[in-house]
């Protein structure tokens, strides 16, 4: 954390791996919370880039073989925020659809 650019940085990453893993025409990906350790990027802001990220990914891609994205989660501070954001995504659904 701090050489700069690091939200773009971790789009990128994310983005890499789906497409690399869809690519190979992978059923299924488990990916860590990247950065959100030892390297200091705000938790919050990784789970929300995690989730937007693939989310973003599997809708665009229609083609992807990709039926899975799951999270390795390592401590309950980073599952509340998972829960946080998926609950955030699940209301904006409902409100859509109603």
Known sequence: ?????????????IRSSLEL???RKFNSISMPTISS???????DRCVEILVEEAKNFLVSNNITSLEVVEFCIVDDETLDYFKREFASMKELNDEVCS
């Open 21 to 23: 893993a869809s690519d």
């Open 1 to 13: 954390m701090g050489e700069g650019n690091e939200y773009i940085k971790l789009r990128a990453a």
């Open 37 to 43: 350790g030892i390297f200091g990027f705000p938790k």
